[in-house]
């Protein structure tokens, strides 16, 4: 399978570097570059507030990115998108708005023990301030959570479910279909963090029934800055605000206030509009890739990597041995080397990975590691890159003296 798209990179021209981070963040197409330089070239004013050309201008430009991200996850309106900064802000934006008003003691929120932090630590904070109890979804070591441990841990007292529908360091999509229908048998809610999956196959919010669904701009080809959280309209009208200040207000006396509509009462201050034309020119993109092309791709880069990687005794891999259950995610140690030193012996040839915990201590302690090394690959990556990666993985060891 060839790949004609690296020419849209400028950052991957340097054919010296590999880039196998992508899970922390994307490189950008030239495309989004210019559809960025392009706002602030021509239309750049502040959105929502003025009555001339470029502020009008900019407002619709605003909006009809908004639109697009709509269309992009198939949400019923457009109104049902609030752009944050990124998915830690809007998994914020849910505890703390309608986390606090709906949340009371006693009751339980189910979170997997697989999560970000970022979807950890926010109901962590509620459960301290509301007396709920938290309760983890334990998956097998390949990532997979059994029907008997969702039916065990999903019940009566359940009022949320957290779980992210593709796993940052095992790349382990999830079936958030069916848990988001065993959590609202139980009146409960999901919040599925798709910052792994929007990226990376197609998203669609109403056949997963998702209650909320949030993923960042710059996972996916987008600016960093920019994120979107999507909730069921009923859910966010009935959700107070999070940030308070200008723009998500009708009327201010000295004594209250009225707030705007939904979206805009969770979109306090200006507003990143330049972000949200990056963003959408981001999903241009990919939708002109599509996503059985990249799915395609990344599943034949990962065999090629596992191969590899199998390959070389000292290297364990962490997860499924199915190439199509990394969503391009492949995590790994190697014996006897801390996964710092190898990302350090890695970037001496120019290759960049990520090493560490990634941010999910909880499934690290699960997996019985403190860090591990993570590749990250997506569809402007070659086999060429896989093979010289593999090539300085059968080093590592030598350069930390443990002899070839």
Not at 108 to 135: C, D, F, Y
Not at 178 to 186: D, F, L, R, T
Not at 295 to 304: G, S, Y
Not at 348 to 365: E, N, S
Request: aromatic content about 8%.
């Amino acid at each position: 399978m060839s790949n004609d798209y690296i020419k849209d990179f400028p950052i991957l021209q340097n054919r010296e570097y590999i880039y196998f981070d992508t899970a922390a963040t994307s490189q950008r197409p030239v495309q989004v570059m210019d559809a960025i330089t392009e706002f602030y070239k021509k239309d750049n004013a502040n959105p929502l507030r003025g009555l001339y050309e470029w502020s009008i201008a900019a407002t619709e430009d605003y909006e009809n990115a908004r639109a697009k991200v709509a269309s992009f996850i198939n949400a019923k309106r457009a109104s049902e998108i609030v752009f944050t900064r990124n998915t830690t802000e809007s998994l914020n934006l849910i505890a703390y708005s309608w986390g606090r008003t709906n949340i009371r003691k006693d009751d339980e929120i189910v979170v997997a023990v697989s999560e970000h932090h970022s979807n950890i630590l926010p109901w962590q904070m509620i459960a301290r301030e509301t007396g709920a109890k938290l309760v983890w979804l334990e998956c097998d070591q390949a990532g997979v959570y059994s029907d008997e441990e969702l039916s065990a841990k999903i019940g009566e007292k359940t009022k949320v479910v957290a779980i992210a529908q593709v796993s940052n360091v095992l790349g382990q999509p999830k079936p958030v279909k069916k848990i988001a229908e065993m959590a609202h048998k139980v009146g409960a809610v999901i919040v599925v963090d798709g910052a792994q999956s929007a990226p990376h196959m197609k998203v669609d919010v109403q056949d997963m029934d998702a209650d909320f669904f949030v993923f960042s701009g710059h996972k996916m080809l987008g600016p960093m800055g920019i994120g979107v959280l999507y909730a069921k309209q009923e859910l966010l009208e009935a959700m107070p605000p999070f940030l308070t200040g200008g723009e998500m207000i009708e009327y201010v006396t000295r004594e209250d206030a009225t707030y705007a509509e939904v979206p805009h009462k969770f979109e306090a201050g200006t507003v990143n509009a330049a972000g949200a034309v990056g963003l959408a020119a981001a999903i241009d993109y990919l939708q002109q890739v599509g996503f059985d092309y990249i799915e395609a791709r990344e599943k034949e880069l990962t065999a090629a990597l596992l191969e590899e990687m199998k390959a070389i005794p000292e290297v364990e891999v962490y997860g499924s041995e199915d190439p199509a259950a990394h969503c391009g995610i492949v995590t790994f140690n190697i014996k006897d080397c801390h996964p710092h030193d190898v990302s350090s012996i890695l970037d001496a040839d120019h290759i960049c990975i990520r090493a560490g915990h990634h941010c999910a201590q909880p499934l690290m302690q699960y997996m019985g590691v403190n860090a591990t090394c993570r590749a990250s690959l997506y569809f402007y990556n070659t086999l060429e890159e896989v093979h010289r990666f593999a090539e300085s993985l059968k080093k590592v060891r030598e350069e930390l003296g443990y002899g070839s």
